[in-house]
T-cell receptor
Framework: RKEVEQDPGPFNVPEGATVAFNCTYS??????FFWYRQDCRKEPKLLMS???SGNEDGRFTAQLNRASQYISLLIRDSKLSDSATYLC??????????FGQGTTLQVKP | GAGVSQSPSNKVTEKGKDVELRCDPI?????LYWYRQSLGQGLEFLIY????????KSGLPSDRFSAERTGGSVSTLTIQRTQQEDSAVYLC???????????FGPGTRLLVL
């Protein structure tokens, strides 16, 4: 079993749609959680950290369920520019970041 | 400001040759990471340096892979006797202890023929 698992997609949605990505992790000792975004043939960039109480940044909402070892990312009012691969990232207590395979989103006009 | 830089940006080599990939982290960042990303795949952790601590080498796929970080700054990833399956994008990232955010370099695209 992979340490961080994501549905690779692709998710094809129309502009304006709401889309949600899920991620599960296996190590209950994991300390921190993040969503990164990676555009085609580019390096990953931090989208947002994920806090236990849930957090929102504009159209993006991230949630963490430690009991179920589950992380989610919700994107509202999808834009064409949201098309990318979204990487779920978990930081272990040793400081190592474990990346999920990524979920590909394609927003269509 | 200056971000993480990597060189070369592209490298084509023949099977069996050794290659060296370089990473210049953001000045002042104490943590440095190497990852490998094969086509259409996620990031595979290779090695992690944190300050003066012993590096976490648990992700290195074989003893042909090694990395060092001199003076707590620049890092070199060396692949000896390259194989075709080593072809991938090699990404370097750095971070501070405080922010945890990893800043990635543009990567080195390695192709082993």
């Amino acid at each position: 079993r992979k340490e961080v698992e994501q549905d690779p997609g692709p998710f094809n949605v129309p502009e304006g749609a709401t889309v949600a990505f899920n991620c599960t992790y296996s190590n209950s000792a994991s300390q921190s959680f993040f969503w990164y975004r990676q555009d085609c043939r580019k390096e990953p960039k931090l989208l947002m950290s994920v806090y236990s109480s849930g957090n929102e940044d504009g159209r993006f909402t991230a949630q963490l369920n430690r009991a179920s070892q589950y992380i989610s990312l919700l994107i509202r009012d999808s834009k064409l520019s949201d098309s990318a691969t979204y990487l779920c990232v978990v930081k272990s207590n040793t400081g190592k970041l474990i990346f999920g395979q990524g979920t590909t989103l394609q927003v269509k006009p | 400001g200056a971000g993480v830089s990597q060189s070369p940006s592209n490298k084509v080599t023949e099977k069996g040759k050794d290659v060296e990939l370089r990473c210049d982290p953001i000045s002042g960042h104490t943590a440095l990471y190497w990852y490998r990303q094969s086509l259409g795949q996620g990031l595979e952790f290779l090695i992690y340096f944190q300050g003066n601590s012993a590096p976490d080498k648990s992700g290195l796929p074989s003893d042909r892979f090694s990395a060092e970080r001199t003076g707590g700054s620049v890092s070199t990833l060396t692949i000896q006797r390259t194989q075709q399956e080593d072809s991938a994008v090699y990404l370097c990232a750095s971070s501070t202890m405080l922010t945890e955010t990893q800043y990635f370099g543009p990567g080195t695209r390695l192709l082993v023929l």
